[in-house]
């Protein structure tokens, strides 16, 4: 098992070398800079850090006017709570005007855990996803985040950084370098592909070796870059393998799946599966238990890679 | 991957060859002038909503003086240039004001006036709700209440750590008070000692549904204001010298942020709209319209 490193802790030192470098790099936190690792960021540069309180919605329209006015604010929470809390804040204060903020919440989909529902975020990359000229990132791992977080900083417009609360084993080496919207084949395999984003990337990686024992070559994509989705990958793993399984920590609408199937159904109608929370909410318990509960470990990438083979033709 | 031009998108640092050149808008207009333009600035409202047929009249017309006040008198501005950086800043943070709006743009030179009866129409760059992507001068896209107020405390926060001397306003309605957002930016103005904002309340008691007592009570109003640590100073929302003594009054506070409480009549100047809520967002029709510009002649 490849080492564990915070992706959480990856985005606080991302924040506090981009604050070095780039004097018009602003933070904002709605009470949770301690959880989201901008604390970092706080208490190298107190002055150019905004503590927004309890208070997300207002958070939003603080960081738009920031960035109206030449600051490229990163404001950071839960994933449950932006832009779920403040989705019209999100679409009228960043998304309409174009405005450059960028958005990294934490605690996104189950593997927060064992504060339940409340604080479960399976809906967010549906509702950012939603809005015109967001980019969205879902890192796979803490060397992914601090070059997403770089990727955000260059880029001009509305951004969003999802992460999760636990730590991740390392699916990348030092060398890996981001590209916007690309995804990155993570193993080559001719009988199927797999498609995954965040924690599911490790997942899909140990499908992909177990199937190999059967006999099954599975391809895995990470698409971290979920908006704007990489056609000409997607196309081409549908094209070169014929089946289809995403995996994602996210309800099963609107999310990766949705995205990707759209792609295949226009360009390269081929047999998809999808390993994504059923249409319901989760209840409290350890990540791995949810997980198992909800049907995203690695077996249930198995299982589904195998549904998408029985379609094949 | 096609990526959207968007020019206005980086902030307001002025990239324009123009900014150099650009006149900074004359300030020396008298009361009377004023007086004069307030007028000519209602019959735009009247002719502009009813060519498009829709539109919002009565909170367009409430607050004609506190823009002429602040256009006209106060602000440091470049219509030539509507991103020079040093530009004090307007915020209209209840959208559907924008027909005033956009005729006080257009009077000060943002964009000619004959565009004006292009309002709400395909491909118009006056789009109903103002939309800071297309129109020169237009700070905001608003439309959805009460995000205006964090919006221009951000805008606050920015050129205070800018060392920028440039004073951000933004105006209000009362019914908009109502939004939990607007107390969430009130709390945070003054936890940050915000002193180079000042947000208009047009204080006109009405809303969509009636008056704001029998929709939401906001009472005590000021006092609200003053529990979040604001300083309040309440005026005549018509009276274009009380409006600019009160903007005077507001400068001079150091390390608090002001809200005027601008007391005003919804659809005031034209008789059949004062006070009615009929014409909170229903255009007049022509017989209407005609009535209507008589009484401002
Ligand atoms: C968030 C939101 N909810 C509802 C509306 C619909 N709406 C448009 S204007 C208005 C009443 C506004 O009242 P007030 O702020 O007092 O404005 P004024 O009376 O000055 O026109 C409402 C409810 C809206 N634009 N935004």
């Not at chain 1, 995804?183 to 395999?189: I, L, N």
């Not at chain 2, 506070?253 to 059949?272: E, L, N, R, Y």
Request: net charge negative; glycine share 8%.
């Amino acid at each position: 098992m490849a080492e564990e490193v915070s992706v959480r802790e990856a985005y606080g030192k991302a924040l506090l070398e981009l604050g070095m470098e780039n004097h018009d790099v602003v933070v904002l936190d709605a009470d949770l800079s301690r959880s989201t690792m901008t604390a970092f960021f706080a208490r190298e540069f107190p002055e150019r850090f905004f503590e927004c309180g309890i208070a997300e919605q207002n958070m939003i329209g603080i960081a738009a006017g920031m960035a109206a006015s030449g600051k490229i604010p990163f404001a950071s929470t839960f994933a449950v709570f932006v832009p779920g809390r403040c989705f019209d804040q999100v679409r009228m204060s960043i998304a309409q005007p174009g405005l450059n903020v960028k958005l990294v919440t934490t605690h996104g989909g189950l593997s927060v855990g064992e504060d339940g529902t409340s604080h479960q975020s399976i809906e967010d990359l549906s509702l950012i996803c939603s809005l015109p000229g967001f980019t969205v990132i879902v890192p796979a791992d803490a060397i992914e985040t601090t070059e997403a977080v770089k990727a955000a900083a260059a880029h001009l417009g509305p951004f969003y950084i999802r992460l999760c609360r636990p730590k991740l084993p390392l699916v990348y080496g030092d060398d890996y370098r981001f590209k916007l919207g690309k995804a990155v084949v993570m193993r080559q395999g001719g009988d199927a592909t797999i498609i995954a984003i965040g924690l599911m990337v490790q997942s899909a990686l140990d499908a992909a070796r177990n199937l190999e024992r059967e006999g099954i070559y599975c391809r895995v994509l990470n698409m971290s870059t979920l908006k704007p989705i990489d056609e000409a990958a997607i196309v081409q793993a549908a094209a070169e393998t014929r089946a289809i399984v995403t995996a994602e920590e996210h309800l099963e609408h609107g999310g990766l799946g949705s995205l990707v199937a759209q792609v295949v159904v226009r360009h390269q109608p081929v047999p998809m599966e999808f390993v994504a929370i059923k249409d319901t909410y989760a209840k409290s318990g350890k990540p791995s238990e949810l997980l198992e509960r909800y049907g995203l470990t690695e077996k249930d990438i198995e299982r589904a890679v195998k549904l998408a083979l029985a379609k094949k033709r | 991957m096609v990526k959207k031009s968007l020019p206005e998108m980086g902030g307001s640092k002025s990239t324009s060859a123009t900014s150099a050149e650009a006149e900074v808008f004359s300030l020396s207009a008298s009361v009377a002038e004023m007086e004069a333009m307030a007028k000519k600035l209602r019959r735009h409202i009247i002719t502009m909503i009813g060519k498009a047929g829709s539109g919002h009249p009565g909170g367009s017309l409430s607050a004609v003086e506190i823009l002429t006040a602040l256009y006209f008198k106060l602000m440091r501005h470049k219509p030539q240039d509507p991103h020079w950086e040093d530009r004090d800043r307007f915020i209209l943070s209840k959208g559907h004001a924008a027909p005033l709006l956009y005729a006080v743009l257009a009077e000060c030179g943002y964009f000619p006036v004959e565009e004006l009866l292009t309002l709400r129409q395909l491909d118009s760059r006056l789009q109903g709700h103002t939309d800071r992507t297309i129109t020169p001068g237009v700070e905001m896209s608003a439309g959805s209440l009460g995000q205006g107020l964090s919006f221009a405390l951000g805008v606050a926060l920015a050129g205070r750590l800018d060392g920028q001397d440039y004073r951000v306003y933004v105006l209000l309605g009362d019914g908009e008070c109502n939004e939990g957002q607007v107390w969430e930016a009130a709390m945070a103005a003054s936890h940050y000692s915000v002193d180079n904002l000042t947000a208009i309340v047009d204080n006109n008691g009405q809303q969509i549904d009636g008056w704001n007592c029998d929709v939401m009570s906001l009472d005590p109003f000021a006092a609200k204001w003053q529990a979040f640590g604001w300083r309040v100073i309440e005026v005549d929302g018509h009276s274009i010298p009380r409006l600019i003594a009160a903007f005077k009054e507001a400068q001079k506070v150091k390390g608090q942020p002001v809200v005027i409480i601008a007391h005003t009549v919804k659809g005031k100047g034209v008789s059949f709209m004062e006070n009615n809520p009929d014409f909170h967002g229903t255009a007049p029709n022509t017989m209407e319209v005609e009535f209507a510009l008589k009484e401002l002649a």
